[in-house]
């Protein structure tokens, strides 16, 4: 009976101090970075840079933040469940010349390390939600209707992907999101397309 109790108690000893040794330490690989939420003093302004840190087990949490940049697609194959996901389905949008369109294509964001705080403190992790696609969603409908269709599938369709980048840039630069590269893939009528978002 002694030996059962011992072991119980060896087992037991090492589930904490597994849970206190994986609480000392956070892993921040290449590429990311971490913010740390301390129960006393909330989200630190500091972020964690890749390499190990310490931190308060029980007392600090720590959320990883993808650096690198980031993919956002527009397209058919988007699965819109996914609400935290990085895309959207094609987007309706009217040309100046009245003509119902769907816009499918590529932004490449990147997160602003030194923001990352105050993205996680004031927005919370589902900024793809409640910043990002209403945003993009509402901005290509706003250029959209500034060119006609025929300039925006043919030789204005640069100056299209331009003005659609610093209507971005504008919105998201003080929210700590950069926009490297607005890429529009296709535009059609929207009759070709069985599923956009805002129809």
Excluded at 70 to 79: A, G
Aim: proline share 5%; glycine share 6%; aromatic share 10%.
């Amino acid at each position: 009976m002694a030996d059962d109790s011992s072991s119980l108690d060896k087992l037991m000893y090492s589930f904490v101090m597994e849970d206190v040794l994986k609480g000392l330490f956070i892993y921040v690989p290449p590429g990311y970075v971490a913010c740390v939420y301390d129960l006393g003093r909330g989200v630190l302004k500091k972020v964690l840079t890749p390499g190990l840190h310490f931190k308060i087990p029980f007392w600090q949490k720590a959320k990883l933040f993808n650096t690198q940049t980031l993919e956002y697609s527009i397209s058919r194959e988007f699965n819109l469940v996914h609400e935290r996901a990085l895309g959207d389905i094609p987007i309706a949008a009217v040309s100046q010349d009245g003509k119902k369109i769907a816009v499918e294509g590529t932004i490449l964001l990147r997160l602003d390390i030194h923001q990352i705080p105050s993205i996680w403190q004031t927005i919370g992790e589902d900024f793809v939600a409640k910043i990002i696609r209403p945003t993009v969603r509402s901005r290509i409908r706003m250029v959209a209707s500034r060119f006609p269709f025929a300039d925006i599938v043919g030789p204005q369709r640069d100056a299209v992907e331009l003005d659609l980048k610093n209507e971005l840039e504008r919105i998201f630069y003080s929210r700590g999101i950069f926009v490297e590269n607005v890429l529009l893939s296709e535009i059609a009528d929207i009759r070709e397309f069985t599923k956009t978002a805002g129809e």
